[in-house]
């Protein structure tokens, strides 16, 4: 029973492409957020949703859209590939997004290679 | 802009000793300071927390301590078990931010049997 699962782990892509990623959690949290990722390791938040409302957009390219089609769904969807969105992109969430104890569960990881 | 820091990308350490992993921040609006714990091929794992009302957080093996005159906190694991193996990362919020997180970039423990 994995709480935050995303799918796929890993995927390999030519440049120009457009591709998505799925993310889904059963953990009845209302909150939930992309994260990447970058080749110096950093953890950096892209987007958070909470209740199917965007509440934190980054400076994130426009190429970069995320969909939730319910609380428990939070998919990215990555037009136009470039090789520096090359990373790790981590699905996550959390009960509510003002809670003081801002505990995320993160899913495992999609990696992502632009070729 | 890197306001949590964590400056020792690894830490080896011999089974049964104690592990101190560091990070410090420059953002003195964090009020809430997190440790996730990642395995390979895994997603970051919650570990422990502190709030700035506090200097100190114990759970178990693991220990939090919160230095906020000098911006800085550390983590114990006493002792160190091989299991403890994984990148440790440090993570702060502030109420201003939407309690949005910001981590650091990771340390990788190694516990030496």
């Known amino acids: 029973d994995t709480a935050v699962s995303q799918t796929p782990k890993y995927l390999v892509t030519q440049m120009g492409n457009d591709k998505s990623i799925k993310c889904e959690q059963n953990?009845?949290?209302?909150?939930m957020y992309w994260y990447k990722q970058d080749s110096k390791k950093f953890l950096k938040i892209m987007f958070s949703?909470?209740?199917?409302?965007?509440?934190i957009n980054e400076t994130v390219p426009n190429r970069f859209s995320p969909k939730s089609p319910d609380k428990a769904h939070l998919n990215l969807h990555i037009n136009s590939l470039e090789l520096g969105d090359s990373a790790v992109y981590f699905c996550?969430?959390?009960?509510?997004?003002?809670?003081?104890?801002?505990?995320?569960?993160f899913g495992s990881g999609t990696q992502l290679s632009v070729l | 802009d890197q306001q949590v820091k964590q400056n020792s990308p690894s830490l080896s350490v011999q089974e049964g000793r104690i592990s101190i992993l560091n990070c410090d921040y420059t953002n003195s609006m964090f009020d809430y300071f997190l440790w996730y714990k990642k395995y390979p091929a895994e997603g970051p794992t919650f570990l422990i927390s502190i709030s700035s009302i506090k200097d100190k957080n114990e759970d178990g093996r693991f220990t939090v301590f919160l230095n906020k005159s000098a911006k800085h906190l550390s983590l114990h694991i006493v002792p160190s078990q091989p299991g403890d193996s994984a990148v440790y990362f440090c993570?702060?919020?502030?109420?201003?931010?939407?309690?949005?997180?910001?981590f650091g970039s990771g340390t990788q423990l190694t516990v030496l049997p």
């Open positions: 996550a969430s959390s009960q509510a997004p003002d809670a003081t104890n801002e505990k995320l569960f």
């Open positions: 993570a702060a919020s502030d109420f201003g931010s939407a309690r949005q997180l910001t």
């Open positions: 953990l009845g949290h209302d909150t």
């Open positions: 949703y909470n209740n199917k409302e965007l509440i």
